[in-house]
């Protein structure tokens, strides 16, 4: 089984920071199945990013994807207060595709 | 508008049954994917299990540590997928999201529910 690891496990950073969360599959992976999802605490997890790049509809731009292979990316270009949360990565090739363990990002 | 909603939360004791309950709206139903998703107590997303209802026979998947634990069903009738258990444990303690899966090739839980928390103590 393939399996998804977060670095780092988690992060303190200011607002208006440049903050980037690595996912490292296990094997390699079709960039078209690793997903992205930010989960604020109390809510329900929301899909960010999907096929490594493209931003789900609604998602602020400052948000991006990236990365091949074993290695994806996710990028916050400058950290808004509401951007606080834990985010996963998810390798969806199969229909219970494994999530990584979760980075939380927290305010410095 | 997509929306999945699920049942509110619970208290049982141990070997209690239950059944929760996940509604989907807005779309046809028969021809998404649902799946189950466990979050323990400040823990991380694992899976359940999924189920595609289908137009006729549905098809249902279990994550190996659910296997045998949990039974995944649903009402195509009612556009709602169910998750149950027949004697909970303690362990079962935690919240659990449905979502919808989009089957595209570029395959995504694009819609989640709000979660059911379900509280299993003595």
């Known amino acids: 089984d393939i399996q998804m690891t977060q670095s780092p496990s988690s992060l303190s950073a200011s607002v208006g920071d440049r903050v980037t969360i690595t996912c490292r599959a296990s094997q390699t992976i079709a960039s078209y199945f690793l997903n992205w999802y930010q989960q604020k605490p109390g809510k329900a997890p929301n899909l960010l990013i999907y096929a490594a790049s493209t931003l789900q509809s609604g998602v602020p731009s400052r948000f991006s994807g990236s990365g091949s292979g074993t290695e994806f990316t996710l990028t916050i270009s400058s950290l808004q207060p509401e951007d606080f949360a834990t985010y996963y990565c998810?390798?969806?090739?199969?229909?219970?595709?494994?999530f990584g363990q979760g980075t939380k990002l927290e305010i410095k | 508008e997509v929306q999945l909603v699920q049942s509110g939360p619970e208290v049982k004791k141990p070997g209690e049954s239950l059944k929760i309950s996940c509604k989907g709206s807005g779309y046809t139903f028969s021809n998404y994917w649902i799946g189950w998703v466990r979050q323990m107590p400040g823990k991380g997303l694992e899976w359940v299990g999924i189920i595609y209802p289908g137009d006729f026979d549905s098809e249902t998947r279990y994550s190996p540590s659910f296997q045998g634990q949990v039974t995944i069903s649903a009402d195509k009738s009612m556009s709602t997928a169910y998750l149950q258990w027949t004697s909970l444990k303690t362990s079962d303690t935690a919240i659990y999201y449905c979502?919808?899966?989009?089957?595209?090739?570029?395959?995504?839980?694009?819609?989640w529910g709000q979660g059911t928390l379900v509280t299993v103590s003595s």
């Open positions: 998810q390798n969806s090739y199969s229909t219970l595709g494994p």
């Open positions: 979502a919808r899966r989009t089957d595209s090739g570029r395959d995504r839980l694009d819609y």
